[in-house]
């Protein structure tokens, strides 16, 4: 139980911790790492933890299992043979081991949430990178027009003045 509560922190810190880690975002090596970019790699990392977090909870909960399993043939074995003391023990024993397989489980699927929220938590992140984006490209586009704007008017004041020097 604590290896999987272990590993689930693990995954939930990698996940956060590839937030922060654009180096090896940039695709197409401009030093750059774009908001697409960023969610792409996140996005990356996390399925490969996810992958490696399921893959030892599955092998945990095999194991659980198994002992499950065994607990029971002891269990059969003791009540066959008529020895109480065994079978006492039996029981304790597959008691012990469905309440650790039902924990297993039970990790499994808290390490399936967590690994969900950080998705969410990646994808809303981007999101919001994306919209401060947006909005500084706005902010760009408008200070453009305006200086462009002015720009046109410094020209056009000019050229009044030329047609008027002109006309004298």
Same mark, same amino acid.
């Given at each position: ?12 810190? %990698?996940?956060? $911790? ?5 180096? $090896?975002?940039?695709?197409? +090596? ?7 970019? +960023? %969610? ?8 490969? +933890?996810?992958? +490696? ?7 945990? %909960? ?12 002891? %269990? ?13 023990? $039996? ?7 469905? $309440? ?15 690994? /969900? ?16 984006? /947006? ?34």
């Amino acid at each position: 139980m604590k290896k999987i509560a272990l590993l689930a922190f693990v995954v939930s810190s %990698l996940t956060f $911790s590839a937030c922060n880690n654009p180096s $090896s975002a940039d695709k197409n +090596h401009d030093g750059d790492t774009t908001a697409g970019e +960023h %969610l792409d790699h996140t996005l990356e990392t996390i399925d490969e +933890h996810a992958a +490696h977090a399921r893959a030892q909870t599955e092998k945990d %909960l095999a194991d659980a299992e198994a002992k499950v399993n065994q607990a029971k043939a002891d %269990l059969e074995a003791a009540v066959e043979r008529g020895d109480k003391k065994a079978e006492e023990t $039996s029981r304790k024993a597959l008691d012990d081991a469905n $309440s650790a397989w039902e924990r297993t489980k039970a990790a499994l699927g808290r390490a399936a949430d967590a690994t /969900g929220r950080g998705i969410d938590t990646a994808v809303e992140a981007s999101k919001r990178a994306a919209d401060k984006t /947006g909005q500084a490209i706005d902010k760009a586009v408008d200070k453009t027009g305006e200086v462009a704007n002015k720009a046109a008017q410094d020209a056009e004041r000019k050229a009044k003045n030329i047609k008027e020097a002109l006309k004298n």
